[in-house]
């Protein structure tokens, strides 16, 4: 299972539906996922990994607010702590 649009929607408190808000909350989940990716430098299981589900969700907040770019600087430390862990995961730590 992986996280929908419904779970971004929940966490923004987003509780109109229509269809242009699902296509726009659809491609910002998608970059909010690609940018994490990026940052971790590996792929990343949101549904297993709640650090990463929770940044994910702050990330999508962030770009859902036209605020991208303070995303990276508030975020700074949680996006090193990603790569980091990914670090130890292939160490075998």
Do not use: H, P
Request: overall charge negative; proline content about 0%.
């Amino acid at each position: 299972m992986a996280v929908t649009v419904d779970d971004v929607k929940r966490e923004l408190n987003i509780t109109w539906d229509d269809k242009g808000t699902n296509e726009k909350l659809e491609k910002i989940l998608c970059r909010a996922e690609n940018t994490l990716t990026r940052a971790a430098g590996r792929e990343i299981d949101f549904d297993t990994d709640l650090f990463a589900q929770q940044i994910l969700f702050d990330c999508c907040r962030y770009i859902f607010s036209d605020a991208f770019k303070q995303f990276k600087i508030d975020y700074e430390q949680e996006l090193l702590e990603l790569r980091l862990d990914g670090a130890d995961d292939e160490d075998g730590e």
